[in-house]
C-alpha cells in the first residue's frame, strides 16, 4: 500500500441503542472495559475462573520470549472436562447440549449426559488404537454431532486434533495429514449435502495413497450415510459403530498443562503452503468461554445458540465446540445448506427449536436476501434476541436487511472480528453496551489492544485508515504455526515491531469506531488513491437491484489499477435490462465519490467463494486481468469460475 492512507469514503450515520431490557440484565456492561483498561492481565486472570483447574494458575502471561506467548502457564486443566463433565457433576447431565437436525430431517436431542457417555467412550477408542497425548488425529467429517464429540475425545487425551474441511479434496487432506504427520484419521462414509449423499471415505482413501501419510495407522470410520460400496483396508480401517459402541462409557480425564497443543487448523491462505495455526489449552478455552459469554448474552438456562458455521472452520471450533459446551448451553447443530429442501429451511429450524441466538455470515444473509424478504417471514422468528456475523465485512444494507427481516427489528446485531490466529472474538460490540453501527465491527473487547496504524506504524487519527494491529498480546493468540517459527514471526510480527498484524485494512470513523476494509492484499490503487474494495462493494449493495458485489482492481496502463466489480442482481433486475450497468456505476459515484466508479460492471450469476464464504477476490482478479487461474482447490464451485469467465468478451 502507498504512503498515502485508505480514503474515509463512506459515511454511515445509523445507530442503534441496546434494548433497555437486554442491557438492564446483561451479562457483561461497560464497567467490563474500565476493569480491564486498569488491569489487563488481572481481567484475564479472573476470567481464566471461569474454568476448572485442576492445578489453578498462579501466573497469567510470560511474554518473555515474545512473540512467543504463554498464558497461565502453572496452571493444568482438562477441555473435555471444562466442556462436559463439570456441568454433569453440578447437575446439569438432562440439559440438552446439542438439538443435531440432519439435513434429511432427522434429529437427535443429546443431553450433557449423554454427550460425556459418548466422549468417554470415544475417549476410550482412540487409547485402544493407540493414540497418547500428543499424537496428532484428523478429523475430516460432514456436520454431525460424532466431529464434535472426536474433537472433545481427543482434547480429552491431549491428542491435538487437526480439522479438515469435509468439502476439502483428498489433495488438501493428504497435504494437513503431511503436514501435521497425523497418526489416525476420524471420517464418516459420507455426509448429506443438498438433499443427496456426499462420499467422505473415498477422499480418506485417495489421502491415504498420497507420500507423507505413511504414519496413519487407523481410519475411524462412523457410518451416517449407509451407502453399501464402502471400500474398507483391513487392519486399518474400523467402524466407529464396532469399537467405539463396545467400550466402557467412563474415562478420567487427565489434566495437561495450560500449553499443551489443543488443535491445529489449517487456514485457507489463498497463496502458498497451509499454515498449521496452533492453539493450547488454557488461555484458548478461557477466551472462546468469556467471548461466548459477552458477546452473545449467553444465559445458559434459557437460550438456544446457534452458530451455522462448519466445524472445519475455527467458528466452528471456537463458536459449536468449545465456547457454547464450556458454558453449558444448548445448542442446535445443522447438517446440510440453507436451501435444501426449501429456501426457508434455517427458518424453520429457528421456529421449531426456538433458537434465541443466531451467529451466521455475510454470505449467508446476502443469499437469504436475494432469495427474498417474503420467505423468512412465512416463520415465527420472535425467539430470536441477539445475531451475530462473521467472516467478511457485513455490508451496512446486509447488515440493516438482517436487522429488519431476522431480528424484528428490534434485535441488537454484533459483528464480530477475528480470525483463525487470534482463535475467539477480538472486536464486537457488546448487545448490551454498544449503540451499533450497520456495517461496523466497532471496538475491542475488553482485555484486547487494537488499533489502526499507517505505514510507519503510527496510530491513525480518527477519520484516517490504514492497517488493523494487535498490540497487546491476549489469551486464545496462535502460538505459532506448526512446524515454521520463522514463517509465524515473518508473517504476524514482522511488518510492525512489536505489534501483531492481521493482514486485513481498517480504518477509524470520527468517533474512533473501527471499520473492516478487507484483506490488505486486495485494497485497490487507482490514481494514486487507496481503495478498499469492502466499500464500493457495500455501495453496489446498497442499491436495491443488488444482492452481492465483489470489487477488485485491475491492472491498467493510466491510473494503476481500475476497478472492476462483478455484481449478483435481485428484485427482478437482469443483466439486458437497459442502462442498469451506467445506473449502478453511478450510484457508486453518487455513495463515495467519482473516483470509486467502477470502470466496469459485470453480472454474473455466482461468485467464487471459499467454504467458509469468503469472496476469492484473487481469481477475480486474474479473470480481470486475463490471466490463467491460480489455485481453485479452496473454492465450493469451481464451475462458477468458468461460468465468469465466458462473460468477460462480451463485457462493456
Ligand atoms: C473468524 C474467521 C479471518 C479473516 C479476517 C478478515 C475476515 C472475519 C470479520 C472479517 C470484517 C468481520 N473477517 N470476521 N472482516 N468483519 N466481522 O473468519 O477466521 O477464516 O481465519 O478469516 O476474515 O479479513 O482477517 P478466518
Redesign the pocket.
Known amino acids: 500500500m502507498s504512503n498515502e492512507s485508505l480514503a474515509n469514503l463512506l459515511k454511515e450515520e445509523r445507530r442503534f441503542a441496546p434494548p433497555a431490557d437486554l442491557a438492564a440484565n446483561a451479562n457483561v456492561t461497560a464497567a467490563a472495559y474500565e476493569q480491564a483498561a486498569a488491569d489487563r492481565l488481572g481481567f484475564w486472570a479472573e476470567q481464566a475462573e471461569r474454568l476448572s483447574w485442576e492445578t489453578a494458575p498462579t501466573q497469567t502471561l510470560d511474554w518473555s520470549n515474545a512473540p512467543f506467548a504463554k498464558w497461565f502457564a502453572d496452571g493444568k486443566l482438562n477441555v473435555a472436562y471444562n466442556c462436559v463433565d463439570r456441568h454433569v457433576e453440578n447437575g446439569l447431565g438432562d440439559r440438552v447440549a446439542i438439538h443435531f437436525e440432519g439435513e434429511p430431517g432427522d434429529t437427535r436431542a443429546i443431553t450433557y449426559a449423554e454427550l460425556q457417555r459418548e466422549v468417554s467412550k470415544t475417549a476410550n477408542a482412540l487409547t485402544e488404537l493407540g493414540v497418547r497425548s500428543g499424537d496428532r488425529v484428523a478429523v475430516y467429517m460432514p456436520m454431525i454431532p460424532e466431529a464434535v464429540i472426536a474433537m472433545l475425545a481427543c482434547a480429552r487425551l491431549g491428542a491435538p486434533h487437526s480439522v479438515v474441511f469435509g468439502g476439502f479434496s483428498a489433495d488438501a487432506l493428504a497435504t494437513r495429514i503431511n503436514d501435521a504427520d497425523a497418526r489416525v484419521v476420524i471420517t464418516a462414509d459420507g455426509g448429506y449435502r443438498r438433499g443427496k449423499p456426499s462420499a467422505l471415505k473415498p477422499a480418506v482413501d485417495e489421502a491415504l495413497t498420497r507420500p507423507g501419510t505413511e504414519n496413519v495407522r487407523s481410519v475411524l470410520v462412523v457410518r451416517r450415510t449407509g451407502q453399501e460400496d464402502v471400500a474398507w483396508h483391513e487392519g486399518r480401517d474400523v467402524w466407529w459403530h464396532e469399537i467405539v459402541e463396545r467400550q466402557s462409557d467412563r474415562h478420567t480425564p487427565e489434566a495437561f498443562e495450560a500449553e499443551h497443543p489443543l488443535f491445529i487448523l489449517y487456514?485457507?491462505g489463498t497463496t502458498g503452503k497451509p499454515k498449521g495455526?496452533l492453539h493450547t489449552t488454557g488461555g484458548y478455552l478461557t477466551q472462546v468461554s468469556y467471548t461466548h459469554h459477552a458477546v452473545f448474552d449467553l444465559k445458559p438456562e434459557t437460550d438456544v445458540f446457534w452458530c451455522t458455521a462448519d466445524v472445519g472452520?475455527?467458528?466452528g471450533h471456537?463458536y459449536i465446540t468449545y465456547g457454547p459446551l464450556s458454558n453449558g448451553a444448548t445448542q442446535v447443530l445443522y447438517e446440510g445448506t440453507p436451501d435444501t429442501p426449501h429456501q426457508g429451511r434455517w427458518w424453520e429450524i429457528v421456529q421449531k427449536y426456538g433458537v434465541t441466538i443466531l451467529y451466521t455470515?455475510?454470505t449467508a444473509i446476502r443469499a437469504c436476501m436475494k432469495w427474498g424478504d417474503d420467505i423468512p417471514a412465512k416463520f415465527d422468528l420472535s425467539s430470536l434476541r441477539v445475531l451475530g456475523?462473521?467472516?467478511?465485512?457485513?455490508n451496512p444494507e446486509a447488515w440493516m436487511w438482517y436487522r429488519k427481516h431476522i431480528g424484528a427489528d428490534a434485535t441488537p446485531i454484533v459483528?464480530?472480528?477475528?480470525?483463525?490466529?487470534?482463535g475467539a472474538?477480538m472486536?464486537?460490540p457488546l448487545p448490551g453496551v454498544t449503540a451499533t453501527k450497520p456495517g461496523s465491527?466497532q471496538v475491542a473487547l475488553p482485555g484486547i489492544a487494537a488499533t489502526v496504524v499507517d505505514d510507519e506504524a503510527r496510530e491513525v487519527p480518527d477519520g484516517a485508515g490504514g492497517y488493523?494491529v494487535l498490540t497487546e498480546p491476549w489469551p486464545s493468540m496462535l502460538r505459532t504455526i506448526w512446524g515454521d517459527d520463522q514463517r509465524y514471526l515473518d508473517t504476524y510480527w514482522s511488518r510492525f515491531e512489536g505489534k501483531y498484524f492481521?493482514?486485513?485494512g481498517a480504518k477509524k470513523d470520527d468517533d474512533g469506531d473501527i471499520w473492516?476494509?478487507?484483506?490488505v492484499d486486495d485494497v485497490m490503487l487507482v490514481s494514486g488513491h487507496n481503495i478498499s474494495t469492502?466499500e464500493v462493494e457495500s455501495a453496489l449493495v446498497s442499491h436495491p437491484k443488488v444482492a452481492e458485489a465483489a470489487v477488485v482492481g485491475a491492472a491498467d496502463p493510466q491510473t494503476t489499477q481500475a476497478i472492476c466489480a462483478f455484481v449478483i442482481l435481485r428484485g427482478g433486475a437482469t443483466a439486458e435490462d437497459e442502462g442498469l450497468v451506467e445506473e449502478l456505476r453511478a450510484h457508486v459515484a453518487q455513495q463515495l465519490g467519482p473516483i470509486a466508479k467502477p470502470r466496469r460492471i459485470l453480472p454474473v450469476a455466482e461468485l467464487p467463494k471459499?467454504r467458509?464464504g469468503?469472496i476469492m477476490r484473487r481469481l477475480l482478479r486474474d479473470v480481470a486481468e486475463n490471466r490463467d487461474l491460480g489455485d481453485v482447490t479452496t473454492l465450493t464451485d469451481s464451475s462458477v469460475m468458468d461460468l465468469i469467465q465466458a462473460k468477460l468478451p462480451s463485457a462493456p
Do not use: N
Open positions: 487456514t485457507s495455526i472452520w475455527v467458528t471456537s455470515a455475510p456475523s462473521v467472516g467478511e465485512p457485513i459483528d464480530t472480528w477475528w480470525q483463525t490466529e487470534t472474538m472486536l464486537s465491527a488493523l492481521a493482514g486485513d473492516l476494509l478487507g484483506r469492502t471459499t467458509s469468503k
